[in-house]
C-alpha cells in the first residue's frame, strides 16, 4: 500500500471508530503537532473535549479548548482516546509510558499520518501527494535520530538540515545589530519569484527530504510576490514544511493569506522587537481566522541580543579556524540560500555580499553553474554540508566576543 493511502486510511479509521462509539478525544501536546491534530479532526467535524500537556504554563486554554494535566484527565475521562502531537517518536514513547502508569488505555502516535492530511486535504496543497507522503514517512524516521539530526537516516535517506532563503534583503526595521547584516545593504533588493524558485528546485535535488524551508528577509511579507513564492515552494513535493518568519510589523491582505494558507505554510513572529512589532496582535487573529498555524518566539522579557564586535582580520592558523568552524557548525543545524548561493553561514554569506571580507568560491556552492550536472551539484551540496575546514569568514569572526545589548535598537534612517 502507497504511503498516502495508507495515511488516510490510518486516520479515517479513528475518526470513524471516535464517530460511532461517541468516544472523548484528548489531544496531547498543546502546541503546532497538537494543532495539526486538531484541524483534522475539526475538518472531520469529530469533537475534541481538550488538550492535555505536562507544561503547568500552557494550563488554561488553547484555541478555545481547555488545557489540562493529564492526572487530571485521567481522573475526569479515563476513557478517553489520546493522541500525541508530538514529533519525536522518542518523546512519545516516554509520554506513552506516563499515560499507561495513568491507566489510559487508548494512546494513539500517528502524527505523521495526520499531518500528512492535513497538508493536503484540510490545506488542499498542491504538489506530488505520494512524494510528500514519503517524505513526511522519512521526516519521522530522521525525528527518532534526534531533533537537530541531518544527513543519513538509518535506512540510507539523506535528510537536510533546516535551511532559511532569503526572498528580500528589504527590512521595515533597521535593527544595528541584526545578526542577518540587512540594514548595511545599500542597494537592497527584492529577489525574482523564478530565481527563488529555481534555487528551491536546485536545493530540494540533493535531500530525500528537506524538512523545512523558512522563507525570510528582511521582512518576507515586504515582498510583492509572496503568494507566487509560497504556491510555487508548496509544489516541491520532497520539502514538508513551509515557513515565514516575520517582525510583526506589516499586515497581509486576506487574499495573500488565503494562498499561505492552501500551501499548509505556517509563521513565525519574532517577540523580540516589542513595540516595534505593531501588527503583532492584529496578525495573531488574521493567522487563526484563515487556519494558518503561528507562535510568538523570543519573547521573554529579558531577551537580549548579541552586538558582535566589528569585522576584522585576526590571522590565524588554518587550523584554528578550522577548530572554529567545527565548533560553530556543531551548535548549528541551518543552511542559507540566496542569489544562486548555498551557504553555511549567514555572516559569511551576508557578509562575503557586502565586502566584509573576501569571498572564496570553496566557501559556498553555485547552485546553477551551467557547466555541473545535477549529479555533480547534489555531491558538492552534500559534501559542503559535512565539510570540516574552515570558511574565510572565520578569520574575521569572534564569536564569543560580543556583547548582550536590549533588543532591536534601531539605526537612524538615510
Not at 38 to 67: L, Q, R, W
Not at 299 to 314: D, G, I, L, R
Not at 354 to 379: C, E
Request: charge should be neutral.
Amino acid at each position: 500500500m502507497q504511503a498516502s493511502e495508507s495515511y488516510r486510511q490510518k486516520v479515517l479509521t479513528y475518526i470513524d471508530e471516535i464517530k460511532k462509539k461517541r468516544k472523548q478525544v484528548v489531544i496531547f501536546g498543546a502546541g503546532r503537532g497538537g494543532w495539526y491534530i486538531m484541524k483534522v479532526f475539526e475538518h472531520y467535524g469529530v469533537s475534541i473535549n481538550s488538550f492535555a500537556d505536562n507544561d503547568p504554563c500552557k494550563h488554561g486554554t488553547y484555541f478555545n479548548y481547555p488545557v489540562r494535566s493529564p492526572v487530571d484527565i485521567s481522573r475526569e475521562i479515563p476513557d478517553a482516546h489520546i493522541f500525541l502531537g508530538l514529533f519525536s517518536p522518542n518523546t512519545a514513547d516516554v509520554v506513552r509510558e506516563q499515560l499507561v502508569k495513568l491507566k489510559f488505555r487508548h494512546i494513539h502516535y500517528s502524527l505523521d499520518a495526520f499531518l500528512y492530511l492535513y497538508l493536503t486535504i484540510v490545506a488542499g496543497r498542491k504538489c506530488d501527494k505520494e512524494v510528500l507522503a514519503e517524505s513526511i514517512r522519512i521526516l519521522f524516521e530522521n525525528y527518532a535520530a534526534g531533533p537537530n539530526h541531518y544527513g543519513y537516516t538509518e535506512t540510507n535517506n539523506f535528510v537536510s538540515p533546516f535551511v532559511t532563503s532569503v526572498i528580500t534583503q528589504k527590512c521595515s526595521l533597521r535593527c544595528r545589530d541584526c545578526a542577518q547584516l540587512i540594514p548595511y545593504y545599500n542597494a537592497p533588493v527584492h529577489f525574482s519569484v523564478q530565481s527563488i524558485i529555481n534555487d528551491l528546485r536546485q536545493y530540494a535535488k540533493a535531500f530525500d527530504v528537506v524538512p523545512e524551508i523558512s522563507l525570510h528577509g528582511g521582512e518576507p511579507f515586504l515582498h510583492p510576490d509572496i503568494q507566487e513564492i509560497c504556491r510555487e515552494a508548496a509544489g516541491i513535493p520532497n520539502i514538508v514544511f513551509i515557513s515565514f518568519v516575520t517582525n510583526g510589523t506589516i499586515m497581509l491582505a486576506d487574499e495573500t493569506l488565503q494562498e499561505l494558507s492552501a500551501c499548509g505554510a505556517d509563521v513565525h513572529q519574532s517577540g523580540g522587537y516589542g513595540s516595534l512589532s505593531r501588527k503583532k496582535d492584529e496578525l495573531c487573529e488574521a493567522f487563526r481566522r484563515h487556519n494558518i498555524y503561528s507562535d510568538v518566539m523570543f519573547c521573554s522579557p529579558t531577551e537580549m541580543w548579541n552586538q558582535p564586535p566589528p569585522t576584522k582580520k585576526h590571522a590565524r592558523v588554518a587550523s584554528a579556524n578550522d577548530a572554529l568552524y567545527k565548533r560553530c557548525a556543531s551548535s548549528k543545524t541551518c543552511c542559507q540560500i540566496m542569489d544562486g548561493e548555498l551557504h553555511r553561514c549567514s555572516l559569511s554569506m551576508h557578509g562575503s555580499h557586502q565586502g566584509l571580507f573576501p569571498k572564496r568560491d570553496n566557501d559556498f556552492v553555485h547552485l546553477h553553474d551551467p557547466d555541473t550536472s545535477d549529479s555533480i551539484l547534489v555531491a558538492k551540496m552534500r559534501s559542503f554540508l559535512g565539510r570540516d575546514g574552515g570558511l574565510s569568514v572565520c578569520d574575521y569572526c569572534d564569536p564569543d566576543g560580543g556583547k548582550l545589548v536590549p533588543p532591536a535598537i534601531q539605526l537612524a534612517r538615510t
